[in-house]
């Protein structure tokens, strides 16, 4: 049973910081990619972040560049998500996901999903 938990999630004020965790279980995922995806009310699920496990490559959205940085630690089997200059706009519930291969900016490519974790950013 394959298992992606987050963390981290929480209320932050405008221009703060969080660090999202996602600790992946019950397979090896060294030709895996993992993705970062998230929604707000009202609107659908979109790509944030992605990497391979290898650590290379990584992937951001337009919104998210230059202030969001996914990086993975291998012998936690864990991605995180660092998250600063963080905007009302950042508020959302954040996924982590996973795949086989390379990275997708697609969620429909993803395998596997965690349950997701709130972020909520105070103007």
């Known amino acids: 049973q394959v298992q992606l938990v987050e963390s981290g999630g929480g209320l932050v004020q405008a221009g703060g910081s969080l660090r999202l965790s996602c600790a992946a279980s019950?397979?090896?995922?060294?030709?895996?990619?993992m993705g970062w995806f998230r929604q707000a009310p009202g609107k659908e699920r979109e790509f944030v972040a992605a990497?391979?496990?290898?650590?290379?490559?990584?992937y951001y959205s337009d919104s998210v560049k230059g202030r969001f940085t996914i990086s993975t630690d291998n012998a936690r089997n864990t991605v995180y998500l660092q998250m600063n200059s963080l905007s009302p706009e950042d508020t959302a519930v954040y996924y982590c996901a996973a795949r086989p291969g390379g990275s997708s900016y697609y969620d429909y490519d993803y395998n596997y999903w965690g349950q997701g974790t709130q972020v909520t950013v105070s103007s």
């Open positions: 019950g397979r090896t995922f060294n030709n895996y990619a």
């Open positions: 990497i391979r496990r290898s650590g290379t490559s990584a």
